[in-house]
């Protein structure tokens, strides 16, 4: 059995271990909320992609003359009304804070789209 005949490096060498695994704990959580941050920032341009979409689908169902009682069968749970003039909506929101104390909705990104005449 070996036996260590001095100690006082057994205090300082504990605390460094310990440090270390704390400021490596410390990059884990860090990389972790980075990555859900970044995650929830590109949500606007899928949310663009399916409005211009919808978009460019209305206007291809309404160059073949479809009537405009179908179109807003197909499209009308996207399409609002302001002012006279109809547009695609979408409305992307998160929920922020600590579950069932004081959680609310946060609007993330919201867009408008004017129906192509």
Do not use: C
């Amino acid at each position: 059995m070996i036996k260590f005949k001095s100690k006082k490096g057994d205090l300082p060498i504990t605390l460094l271990v310990i440090g270390i695994f704390a400021l490596l704990a410390f990059a884990l959580l860090t990389f972790f909320i980075a990555d859900f941050k970044t995650s929830n920032s590109f949500v606007s341009v899928d949310v663009m992609q399916s409005i211009n979409s919808m978009a460019d689908e209305y206007l291809f169902y309404k160059n073949h003359e479809m009537d405009e009682a179908t179109l807003d069968s197909i499209f009308g749970g996207n399409i609002t009304e302001d002012f006279g003039r109809r547009y695609f909506f979408s409305n992307i929101s998160i929920d922020e804070g600590i579950p069932f104390i004081n959680q609310k909705k946060v609007l993330l990104f919201s867009i408008k789209y004017q129906v192509p005449s």
